[in-house]
């Protein structure tokens, strides 16, 4: 998929803007290419996981588009700004890197008070991005004594501040608990409501199947796939779990299918075959097994989870960027 | 606006523990030496190159003790402003504030001000408790302070605070410029001490005869001693070789931190 299909794809409502769009992003540090010629396009509005293994770049390529690492080469544009003037985007932008990082004998408020100031912004828009990160309470105590999910929280609440078009989070989910992950995607689900567009990257992919509905994966650096959430799971057949009623017919059962063309993976620990991403419907593999004169006592889809996505992408031994659907049924 | 980057570096300074620690310790170091200078003070001629009680009633007699505090005051405003820069890189928080203003010239330029504002107020602050600890300490030892109420002393005593001002300027420049090099503050703090108290004052002067005059450190407490470092370097000297130091390190200082990468 390119990047101009990807955009067009993606765009059921606001098809022709991109909040983030880069044309060959490249960073090098020293001999090192961090980042390999990045074609982004992320459309205004989305809620875009961003995602690769570890080491794959993806928190260069943040600090590329906040204007805290120069890109080696390649261009970009951000909320319609250039690249290589963030300070032409970023008033409309509210980022949470990595780690959140603030002044430990500072009080919550004081710490965003510091950024407030910092970027013209009223106080009185501190208040409410406390309340609405749930911080309000203890905003008063210092930064050094809170938990790891409040200063997550803390962090969610500075990067509110600018009232944003545009959010970038890294790890948001970064040492909550499983309440706490519960609460950052609600919070996150709330920001699309409000018309923000949120570039999310976790490692966590159960965690942006359910907020996002638009990704990007990129490993080693470069791009292996982007595009709506969606076409994954439209462009995908669930494989089909089939088991015999006597698990001495599995040899039977899985040469009978083989036989028919189908591709098909025995799982001797309980006793079934997975028929991958099959074009037979189940009715028909019932009626080839009966043929055959076995009886099934299960027949099962098995949807493809992101996850599974996600390590067909990036353990591939492929080095097409525009990589689509189609190379990973 | 530089006046609101200005303003939110404040926020960070006005700490209640950086506040009064810095400001009571400096009032306490330098009311320290007046202290110590008037109850060790012979009646006359000079003992251990300390003024005799005759030498304190003179017009400039109430600014000696403060003079003699003046490199340690330097020497505190450059840990604190390297502390200033060096915690934005240890903590991570640059990240944080250059995405809030990442015109860098002017955030640099902001926290250079606010600094050197704070420093100034700390060692104007000193001057004010160290005068009065004088005057207590004059009354102690029967020293007349008729002479320090005089036209010539209040012009010693403007000479003195201006001259260590700028002395302190210029500490906090390289404190900062220095701290934003190392992005350490405990590294930063140690080392600048180390150069200051140790390498400059004790081997270099002794191990390569003629340096004193272009060491950054002994430049800048000539300046703030009026001329008197105790190493035989001239105001004008201290002041032009500590003005270089001064500009290369604001330039130096600017350039890198304009365009290098924010990895922390």
Aim: proline share 4%.
């Amino acid at each position: 998929m390119t990047v101009i299909e990807a955009t067009q794809k993606s765009g059921d409502r606001r098809a022709s803007s991109l909040a983030v769009s880069t044309v060959q992003l490249t960073k090098r540090f020293g001999d090192r290419t961090v980042v390999r010629g990045l074609d982004l396009a992320i459309p205004t509005g989305a809620v875009c996981g961003f995602v690769g293994p570890n080491g794959a770049g993806k928190t260069t390529t943040i600090r590329m588009l906040l204007g805290l690492i120069r890109p080696t080469s390649g261009t970009g544009s951000i909320l319609g700004g250039s690249l290589t003037d963030p300070a032409s985007y970023l008033h409309k932008v509210g980022a949470l890197i990595e780690s959140p990082a603030f002044y430990p004998h500072l009080s919550g408020r004081d710490n965003l008070k510091v950024l407030a100031r910092l970027g013209r912004i009223p106080n009185n828009v501190i208040e409410p991005a406390l309340r609405r990160t749930g911080m309000a309470e203890r905003a008063g105590d210092k930064y050094r004594s809170y938990s790891l999910g409040m200063k997550q929280r803390l962090g969610i609440a500075a990067a509110l501040l600018p009232r944003p078009e545009l959010l970038i989070l890294d790890e948001p989910t970064n040492g909550l608990d499983p309440a706490g992950i519960v609460e950052m995607r609600g919070l996150i689900k709330s920001f699309t409501e409000d018309g923000i567009t949120v570039l999310v990257s976790s490692h966590l992919m159960a965690e942006i199947e359910q907020v996002c509905d638009h990704l990007v994966v990129i490993r080693g650096g470069e791009l292996v796939h982007q595009g709506p959430v969606a076409d994954l799971s439209a462009g995908q057949r669930p494989d089909i779990v089939v088991a015999p009623e006597h698990p001495a017919d599995l040899g039977r059962l899985i040469r009978l299918l083989e036989a028919s063309g189908l591709l098909v993976t025995p799982d001797s620990n309980e006793d079934t075959a997975v028929v991958t991403a099959s074009d037979a419907s189940a009715a028909e593999l019932n009626r080839r097994a009966t043929q055959g004169g076995i009886t099934l006592r299960r027949i099962s889809e098995r949807t493809h989870s992101l996850e599974d996505f996600f390590f067909q992408l990036t353990t591939e031994a492929t080095t097409n960027p525009n990589h689509d659907m189609g190379a990973i049924k | 606006m530089i006046l609101a980057a200005f303003l939110s570096e404040w926020v960070k300074l006005r700490r209640r523990t950086l506040l009064w620690s810095t400001y009571l310790g400096l009032a306490a170091a330098a009311s320290l030496f007046v202290v110590l200078i008037f109850a060790n003070a012979p009646a006359t001629g000079t003992g251990g190159g300390l003024p005799s009680l005759q030498q304190l009633a003179r017009p400039d007699g109430l600014v000696f003790g403060l003079t003699r505090a003046a490199f340690l005051l330097g020497v505190v405003a450059f840990g604190v402003a390297a502390a200033q820069t060096a915690s934005e890189y240890s903590l991570g928080t640059l990240r944080q504030l250059l995405v809030r203003q990442p015109r860098r010239i002017r955030l640099l330029a902001a926290k250079m001000l606010a600094v050197i504002t704070f420093m100034l107020l700390a060692t104007a602050f000193a001057a004010v408790v160290a005068f009065l600890v004088a005057n207590v300490m004059a009354h102690s030892r029967g020293v007349s302070t008729s002479a320090w109420f005089t036209g010539a002393g209040f012009g010693h005593l403007l000479k003195t605070l201006g001259n260590m001002e700028l002395a302190v300027i210029g500490y906090s420049i390289l404190g900062l410029v220095v701290g934003q090099f190392l992005r350490s503050a405990v590294a930063t703090v140690i080392l600048g001490f180390a150069w200051l108290l140790v390498i400059e004052q004790a081997i270099l002067t002794r191990i390569v005869p003629g340096t004193a005059g272009w060491l950054p450190g002994i430049s800048l407490s000539t300046i703030a001693g009026d001329g008197n470092s105790g190493f035989g370097v001239s105001y004008k000297h201290g002041l032009a070789v500590a003005a270089g130091y001064v500009v290369v390190a604001l330039v130096t200082g600017a350039i890198t931190f304009a365009r290098r990468d924010v990895t922390a």
